[in-house]
């Protein structure tokens, strides 16, 4: 558990800055923490509410936790399925594409024509 939410963060900061321009990195990448945060929250909220909902009058503290990880395990599987769904309506959107744009996208950011006039960069 301790080191998914580093490789989360990390992954969903990269694909956020390389999908808008340059000056708008800043704004997408905060918009990237404050999602991650509140969603940590929100599910830290209702896992909890289920703990402590599913436990009854018993005493038994365990049962909750229990219930809470399957509350959890649920999440991440509703998590995957979307996106799988997301990720396979991406593709098909991408491949109704132009031509031009697989072939960059298949060469990398340096098939992309850059300046070389120092003066034009001030």
């Known amino acids: ?20 321009k340059r ?3 800043g704004i997408a990448e ?6 991650i945060t509140y969603g940590q929250s929100i599910g830290l909220g209702f ?12 005493d038994n503290p365990v049962k909750g936790y229990r219930h809470a990880l399957y509350f959890a395990i649920g999440l991440g599987v509703a998590s995957l399925v979307l996106d ?3 990720d396979e309506e991406v593709n098909d959107k991408a491949q109704e594409g132009s031509e031009e744009a697989w072939l960059l996208a298949e060469k990398g950011p340096a098939s992309i024509p850059q300046c ?7």
């Open 23 to 25: 000056h708008q990195q």
């Open 116 to 122: 070389e006039d120092p003066s034009v960069i001030k």
């Open 47 to 58: 896992a909890g509410t289920v703990e402590r909902y599913s436990m009854g009058a018993e």
């Open 1 to 20: 558990m301790a080191f998914c939410p580093d490789f989360i963060f990390t992954a969903a900061q990269i694909i956020a800055s390389n999908s808008v």
């Open 30 to 35: 905060s918009l990237v923490g404050t999602i």
């Open 84 to 86: 799988l769904l997301f």
